[in-house]
């Protein structure tokens, strides 16, 4: 598991009381009820993580934003 997956999956568990995001093939397991507050605090966690992880990356060189 890449580090993104482990933090998405980090935050369903959290947020959302989802144990994997993996499909499992069986609509019981792979469809939830959600309240509109707990997505809210899982979009504002992922959000948070992506900051977290883009200020830890180097900076683009021009090569690779012309690249782009």
């Known amino acids: ?3 993104i997956d482990t933090i998405l999956t980090l935050i369903a ?3 959302l009381a989802i144990d994997t995001l993996q ?3 069986t609509d019981s397991l792979d469809f939830h009820d959600t309240a509109v507050w707990c ?3 899982a979009l504002e966690a992922a ?3 992506g900051i ?3 200020v830890s990356l180097p900076a683009p060189t021009e090569a690779e ?3 782009d």
Do not use: C, S, Y
């Open 47 to 49: 959000f948070k993580a």
């Open 52 to 54: 977290e992880v883009g």
């Open 65 to 67: 934003i012309a690249k």
């Open 39 to 41: 997505l809210r605090d």
């Open 13 to 15: 568990q959290k947020h």
């Open 23 to 25: 499909t499992r093939h």
């Open 1 to 3: 598991m890449n580090q």
